[in-house]
């Protein structure tokens, strides 16, 4: 399976996903890291990250032969990340044919109604030992 992490600005939250990701699986599953920028891709190699890439169009091609796409809910929103997420890639990545899971997190103005906070190692847990385990077992 192809599980690509979309991560932006220092990319401390791909980096959690990926670490977590490796500690479950191991290697039985491809991770791409794509980062909004080198700093990002680059947090999510050191994570372990099987292979990495930066920017727009590495984001716009990847995300169509992904499996599944992991995130937070600002790589679905243009101009997001203090405009790191061009339109074209909240477009590319929002249509992708692959099933998106996605963090509650944003620091744009948006919120998402009828859910608690919960703390980022909590929500790591649940999408990879839970939601992607639910998706993986359905391949």
Avoid at 1 to 9: A, K, Y
Avoid at 98 to 105: C, E, F, T
Avoid at 121 to 133: D, G, T
């Amino acid at each position: 399976m192809r599980i690509c992490v979309i991560d932006g600005q220092g990319g401390g939250i791909g980096a959690a996903l990926i670490k977590r990701l490796k500690e479950v699986y191991g290697e039985e599953h491809e991770v791409i890291a794509l980062g909004t920028n080198a700093v990002a891709t680059a947090q999510m190699m050191k994570a372990r990250a099987n292979k990495g890439a930066s920017g727009e169009n590495a984001i716009c091609r990847t995300v169509l032969k992904a499996d599944v796409i992991l995130g937070c809910l600002s790589i679905v929103l243009a101009n997001s990340m203090m405009g790191e997420v061009t339109p074209k890639m909240a477009e590319a990545i929002a249509s992708a044919p692959a099933p998106k899971i996605l963090l509650p997190l944003t620091q744009e103005k948006v919120e998402i109604v009828g859910l608690s906070p919960e703390p980022l190692p909590h929500l790591v847990e649940k999408i990879v030992s839970q939601r992607l385990k639910e998706i993986i077992s359905h391949v």
